[in-house]
């Protein structure tokens, strides 16, 4: 019995060392786009003109930062390759990735359905729009069932019509009409 | 002259529809903190929206009570179903949890928010008596201590928040070049905008944060989700409270009180570290000096008092830096002191010579929010616990739109909310990566003081070496070349120790 719970933590010992080593690689390729994003915007920000009045221009600090910025990437990257040899390498990366996903598709699936909220608003005008975002991300969340394609109902009117006459008539903030009902 | 400050802020204060919007705000954050995965901070950021039509003052006050309601209304989950409500009642769980299990959940309930309520208040006095000196010293500072300052300030930040230094940096100077896009702040030359018409008027401070912290927040909270229900916790159907003998039983433990209260009251002045860190450490100290540290963990009042006087006495510590520096000591001072400059008050030493009034009127706001958090917790505590019942599926999606709503708010443009998409994809990501946000928002709000103070700075002396040569600015470039060697030290002694592990992990 003994014998076997050893063995088991020892697999999740190993397990969990390729975990790190596997975040470590995320974090690499993190390290990596920032690091290469920001000797780009430096090198584009020292091309901006320089002043005549002061001896720092519009660019300089943007530039000076931002190379801060890469050589930050560029160590905190030196470290990662060293702990990801340290660690035995990484395995199943595409795998990982895979699971990495499949635990967030809830996540994901309800940015998606910002972004097109978003892209929709100022066509469908906030109650419109909001109505329909809410209703998805609700029933999305919940599951489709009477109770909740009821209580996801009444939730998305009080919080799509209700909240844009709350802020028009109580703060006086008036959210998009939508070019749809703009005539 | 201070006195007269004082009673016209007080008459402000005092005005009936500020003190229902203030009662509203308290019962918001108590609510909002109630809630497992939402955060004071977002609280904050979804009521800033709603304060715009506001004058400044109302407005501030009406946050702050959110605020002090929050640090309080993250005790009542940590008590009842022993998970912390916020980050910031992490510590609460060790002994309100027990104490609650034990059958007494009224008493661990109460001791927490006579505790959060003598924190705030203890914290208030010392930002009363600390904060006008210390900006009269602050005037006198130049553009050189202030650029150090800041250096110093965002150093402190990285090293006290998250688990690495390096990501703690990585996060600060992406904050920092993310305030560089747009108009410069002396000339208004265009940078980094690539001509695009979303990044010409650069990058909205508040978009950026409701993007970074409360969208990123949202996604997080749908991980893993549909693995089937958490546990169900059992709330007792009678809960007394007992709340006059409590009182007293709080009052019977001065030394815990006021210890666990400054502790509180140092971490919120230090920019960054806010009720998640002086919570845990309020706690540790009080375990470490107590006669007994063996009761700690199974009900100890001791330990109740101290975790929630510690985290409560925060919000007055982060206002220290924010009214006499302009330097906020964390993300929520950080959107006191964006709303304010909505309003078109500079947040800075002169604060409290200009507007003194509003520096002062926040003061009694504090004290008037601690009061309204404790009788509104007293009288319906038992409703807030419904509160815990809430599902995800209401929450998550109508927390989103009011987000949307606040970043469409501020400047009523379309194109804020193409960028708080993107910010919001990229806060996520860098959460996923560990990457602590807290250092980014302040980056973001610290970029442009520091870069018009390194440019005033080289205007007026265009030699770099003034900046070592003038004391105060010494001391403050060595202050955060400690502060990032003596954490460099601590990660290196933390490898240390973590190596036979590793080792014995790569010889299987």
């Not at chain 1, 699936?109 to 419109?128: C, E, H, Q, R, T």
């Not at chain 1, 599951?143 to 109580?170: C, D, H, P, R, Y």
């Not at chain 2, 109508?398 to 709503?405: E, R, S």
Request: glycine share 10%; hydrophobic share 55%; net charge neutral.
């Amino acid at each position: 019995m003994s014998q076997t719970t050893a063995k088991a933590a020892a697999a999740d010992a190993g397990a969990s060392a390729a975990l790190r080593a596997r975040t470590e690689v995320a974090r690499l390729i993190s390290y990596i786009v920032i690091g290469l994003g920001a000797a780009f915007l430096s090198l584009r920000a020292s091309t901006l003109p320089t002043s005549r009045w002061e001896p720092l221009g519009a660019g300089s600090f943007p530039e000076l930062v931002f190379g801060v910025l890469a050589v930050l990437c560029l160590i905190a990257a030196v470290r990662a390759v060293i702990d990801i040899r340290k660690a035995g390498g990484a395995n199943r990366l595409g795998a990982s990735l895979g699971e990495w996903l499949v635990a967030r598709r809830y996540s994901f699936a309800l940015f998606g359905l910002l972004v097109v909220y978003l892209l929709l608003l100022p066509l469908g005008g906030f109650s419109l729009t909001t109505f329909v975002f809410l209703l998805i991300a609700q029933l999305m969340i919940a599951g489709i069932s009477k109770k909740t394609l009821f209580q996801s109902l009444i939730a998305a009117v009080i919080f799509s019509v209700g909240l844009n006459m709350l802020f028009a008539e109580v703060f006086n903030v008036f959210l998009p009409r939508g070019v749809l009902f703009a005539g | 002259m201070m006195l007269d400050a004082f009673l016209a802020g007080a008459h402000q204060v005092f005005a009936f529809d500020t003190l229902i919007y203030m009662l509203i705000g308290s019962v918001a954050g108590i609510v909002a903190a109630a809630i497992p995965g939402f955060t004071v901070t977002m609280a904050i950021i979804l009521t800033l929206p709603l304060t715009f039509t506001m004058g400044p003052l109302q407005g501030v006050s009406v946050m702050l009570s959110v605020y002090v309601g929050g640090y309080t209304g993250g005790l009542i989950s940590a008590a009842l179903l022993g998970i912390p409500g916020t980050p910031s009642s992490v510590a609460t769980t060790f002994d309100a949890y027990p104490m609650a299990r034990g059958g007494e959940p009224g008493r661990a309930l109460s001791l927490g928010v006579w505790s959060s309520f003598f924190g705030t208040v203890i914290s208030t006095i010392v930002l009363i008596i600390a904060a006008p000196p210390l900006a009269m010293i602050a005037v006198k500072l130049g553009p050189w201590e202030y650029f150090s300052l800041i250096v110093f300030a965002l150093t402190i930040v990285a090293s006290l928040v998250g688990n690495s230094l390096m990501r703690g940096l990585i996060a600060g100077v992406i904050g920092l070049g993310l305030a560089t896009i747009g108009p410069d702040p002396m000339m208004g030359q265009p940078r980094l905008t690539f001509e695009s018409s979303v990044l010409m008027p650069g990058l909205p401070f508040l978009v950026v944060l409701i993007g970074i912290f409360a969208i990123s927040q949202l996604m997080g909270e749908l991980e893993d989700h549909g693995k089937g229900p958490s546990s169900d916790a059992l709330i007792p159907d009678v809960i007394e409270f007992k709340t006059w003998a409590v009182m007293r039983e709080v009052l019977m433990h001065p030394v815990n009180l006021v210890r666990s209260s400054l502790i509180g009251v140092f971490i919120g002045a230090l920019p960054g570290a806010g009720g998640s860190i002086a919570n845990l450490l309020a706690y540790d100290q009080a375990k470490r000096s107590s006669i007994n540290p063996d009761e700690f963990g199974k009900g100890n009042p001791d330990g109740v008092i101290a975790s929630e006087a510690g985290n409560s006495a925060t919000a007055g510590g982060g206002l220290i830096p924010m009214i006499a520096l302009g330097i906020p000591g964390s993300a929520v001072d950080a959107i006191l002191m964006a709303a304010l400059m909505v309003h078109g008050i500079s947040v800075g030493p002169r604060l409290i010579m200009d507007n003194a009034d509003l520096a002062y009127g926040m003061f009694v706001a504090m004290v008037v929010a601690s009061l309204m958090m404790l009788v509104v917790c007293v009288l319906s505590m038992r409703l807030f616990l419904r509160v815990t019942d809430i599902p995800k599926q209401f929450i998550v999606p109508t927390v989103m739109i009011c987000c949307v709503i606040g970043a469409f708010a501020l400047n009523n443009r379309v194109t804020d909310l193409y960028l708080l998409g993107a910010i919001g994809l990229v806060g996520y990501g860098l959460k996923s990566l560990d990457y602590p946000l807290a250092p980014l928002v302040l980056g973001v709000i610290l970029g442009p003081i520091a870069e018009t103070n390194l440019r005033r700075a080289l205007m007026s002396d265009a030699d770099w070496t003034v900046f070592f040569t003038r004391p105060i600015s010494a001391v403050l470039l060595a202050a955060a070349l400690l502060s990032v060697i003596f954490s460099i030290r601590s990660v290196l002694k933390m490898r240390k120790k973590d190596r036979p592990a590793t080792d014995e992990q790569n010889g299987d």
